[in-house]
């Protein structure tokens, strides 16, 4: 937590400034904030990035960060926000080795057959893998391509993105969307915080718990979430591994459950035997920010204008680019 929010920024009486961009407070450091931010800040706005917790230190630094649109919705959207960030992730792969996205093939597993996962078309290569493709007790499965964002190295990418267009998050608390101090156009990235800030109660925790390995040469990413609330993945990014997972739906406790590391990587080393052999580094505690639907809106407040963007479940990497260009274009779009 930072001190009281207490220093504004100047703005002209109508948010925009010389040059014709807007004053625009994001609040919020998380991985939609940062994205929002940098988008806004190439566009020509004046940006200020304002957030209880530093870069580091929100759930977006803990996530194992494959593309992947999981606990999104509405679907007919996500679809779209989930392409635009595949091929924005893809050239960064391909043209930007320090933001540390990698390409990575893998496989999604399910234990009962179905229909493509309703994702599909936001993905260029996927193949259906039948039962003789996957390991004993599945039904079918999923083999495509997808980034691998290694968010030890992105979130200090999107930093360094912002300091060059002289943006630095501060630290600091925000009670108040309608605070004088944030101006007259304020971008809400609160994530779990906007269920009090806003105040909005549709959005809950779903806790995440992981941990981390030594990299033992694994490639290739796998996902298995067979139960709604221990799911299993593997992600192996430049330097370790994150394994997990939890997906517990109402919970907030950020403790690490030494029991539940135990089920973690029983069920990971059961599908990849290699790591057993690997060394753990640390464990990981995440509250993901759920909702029934993402919010992406733009709110009158009386004098104020809030463009809301939260509510993107485990998919807040997934969808960051995508949910930006639409909060640039909502900014670009007021008189």
Do not use: N
Not at 124 to 129: H, K, V, Y
Request: charged share 25%; aromatic share 6%; net charge negative.
């Amino acid at each position: 937590m930072g001190a009281e929010l207490d220093r504004g920024v100047a703005h002209e009486r109508d948010g925009r400034g010389r040059g014709g961009g807007r004053d625009v407070t994001v609040v919020g450091a998380g991985v939609v904030g940062l994205t929002c931010a940098l988008v806004l800040a190439e566009a020509g706005h004046r940006v200020r990035v304002v957030a209880r917790e530093r870069p580091a230190d929100t759930t977006s630094a803990v996530a194992a960060a494959v593309w992947y649109p999981y606990r999104a919705s509405p679907h007919e959207r996500v679809v779209g926000w989930s392409r635009a960030g595949y091929e924005r992730f893809v050239r960064l792969a391909e043209g930007d080795p320090a933001a540390g996205v990698r390409l990575r093939a893998g496989v999604e597993l399910r234990r009962e057959d179905g229909p493509d996962p309703w994702w599909a078309p936001a993905v260029p290569d996927l193949r259906r893998l039948g039962p003789g493709d996957v390991p004993p007790g599945y039904a079918c499965g999923w083999r495509f391509t997808a980034p691998v964002v290694d968010m030890s190295r992105y979130l200090p990418w999107l930093e360094a993105r912002l300091a060059a267009h002289g943006v630095a998050p501060e630290v600091a608390t925000v009670r108040d969307l309608d605070a004088d101090d944030l101006g007259p156009l304020v971008v809400d990235c609160a994530g779990l915080g906007a269920r009090d800030l806003v105040p909005d109660p549709a959005v809950v925790p779903v806790r995440g718990q992981v941990v981390v390995c030594e990299q033992v040469g694994l490639e290739e990413w796998l996902v298995d979430e067979s139960d709604e609330r221990e799911l299993t993945y593997v992600v192996p990014r430049l330097d370790d591994v994150v394994v997990g997972g939890t997906a517990e739906e109402g919970v907030d406790d950020r403790r690490v459950d030494p029991a539940t590391v135990e089920r973690i990587l029983a069920r990971a080393t059961a599908l990849v035997p290699r790591l057993a052999a690997a060394r753990v580094l640390r464990h990981r505690v995440g509250l993901r920010p759920a909702r029934p639907t993402v919010r992406l809106e733009a709110e009158d407040r009386g004098g104020r204008t809030v463009v809301h963007c939260y509510g993107h479940g485990g998919a807040g990497v997934t969808l960051s680019w995508g949910c930006a260009v639409e909060v640039a274009d909502l900014v670009a779009g007021f008189p």
